[in-house]
């Protein structure tokens, strides 16, 4: 139960700085670089999915040991659906059920849409992209897969 926490913690704080480099770059390739919106938002979004793979490997999931390809590849689509979610959520809202004020736009898309792609984004990241061993029904409820913690922790 303690394992699983700091599997959700050190997620989220992965998530975190990400989002700010997401959100941070976008501001930047938008305002001073002067790109259009889609451009600046694909950009920055490549960048968040660099950190936040690189945050997941380096700390929460690195006792998985992911190798090659395959595993950013499979992250990339895992943030894509999570992303996905997001807009679906706001298009719903704005253009289904017709609420279509910025404060409306925000709570549909990076309140309920955002909650709901974080979830899709922990549940891929955890069984699709690190899965210890030979998948996630071997697991025992802990980071490594025995009765113990995961050692060395930069979670705790």
Known sequence: MVADRRELLGFA???????????????CLRGPAGLGPLTAKALSFVAGCAVAYAGNALGTYRHTRTRGLRPCAVFLAVNAAGAAVQLLCLAVSHYGLGLTSQRADTVSGAGIGMFLGTILRFWGTRTLVFRSGS???????????TSGGRVGSWTG
């Open 13 to 27: 704080c992965v998530g975190l700085l990400a989002y700010a480099v997401d959100l941070g770059l976008f501001t």
């Open 135 to 145: 998948g996630s029904a071997d697991r025992t409820g802990s980071w490594n897969g």
